[in-house]
């Protein structure tokens, strides 16, 4: 079964600190590839998202995304953060084998302390 | 657009209860997801809907779980009888067109069973 891990569980940033998510799937086949992100007391919203081309994608807020064949990796970039992206963060994937389905990750929570 | 909306936000029953989370989806939109968050677990697909059609329940954990979409705007997902081991945070997603398309979540229904 496709599986999404995202080892970072929680991190804590002072503002104006890079920031790297990690994500890694399991699939080795063509997939889809999805971050969604939480900000407290409101709903998931999506972030960005990968299909095809070139495989730096970037998205909303300043966030950035880059896929990587090879280490079936979605790690998700911001070079500056700021106390309002303190949020929760998910990485998903879907596949042609699981094509109803978008395997999410157990989330990664982003803390930005002034 | 008022976005997806759930009701109820909060419910707290005994166990052995029956229990009938609602969603309505954003106008126009063709798919519709329920997901189940808990902490061991995650986020996790449990049926998709596409033109008021069960795609996927392979997510749906038992037999106690049921999921309707009787027209496009509404939904419900019950569960009878409700056990303890059911709490989690319940959310519904509305897409235009499939998994692969952007999916809007609403707030939640955040599920208590004693």
């Known amino acids: 079964a496709q599986s999404v891990s995202q080892h970072n569980h929680h991190v804590i940033l002072s503002e104006a600190a890079s920031l790297e998510l990690g994500c890694n799937y399991s699939?080795?086949?063509?997939?889809?590839l999805f971050w969604y992100v939480q900000y407290p007391g409101q709903h998931l919203q999506l972030l960005l998202k990968?299909?095809?081309?070139?495989?730096l994608v970037k998205g909303i807020k300043g966030f950035e995304a880059e896929f990587i064949k090879s280490k079936f990796s979605f790690n998700l970039r911001k070079p500056s953060v700021q106390w309002s992206d303190t949020a929760e963060y998910f990485c998903a994937v879907n596949g042609p084998g699981t094509a109803s389905k978008l395997t999410f990750g157990t989330g990664t929570r982003l803390q930005v302390t002034l | 657009d008022a976005g997806v909306i759930q009701s109820p936000r909060h419910e707290v029953t005994e166990m052995g209860q029956e229990v009938t989370l609602r969603c309505k989806p954003i106008s126009g939109h063709n798919s519709l997801f329920w997901y189940r968050q808990t902490m061991m677990r995650g986020l996790e697909l449990l049926i998709y809907?596409?033109?008021?059609?069960?795609?996927?329940d392979s997510g749906m954990p038992e037999d106690r779980f049921s999921a309707k979409m009787p027209n496009a705007s509404f939904s419900t997902l019950k569960i009878q009888p409700s056990e303890p081991r059911d709490s989690a945070v319940y959310f519904c997603?509305?897409?235009?067109?499939?998994?692969?398309?952007?999916?809007?979540f609403g707030p939640g229904t955040r599920l208590t069973v004693l």
């Open positions: 997603a509305s897409s235009l067109a499939g998994v692969v398309d952007t999916q809007y």
């Open positions: 699939y080795g086949g063509t997939v889809n």
């Open positions: 990968y299909f095809s081309g070139d495989p």
């Open positions: 809907f596409n033109n008021n059609v069960p795609i996927d």
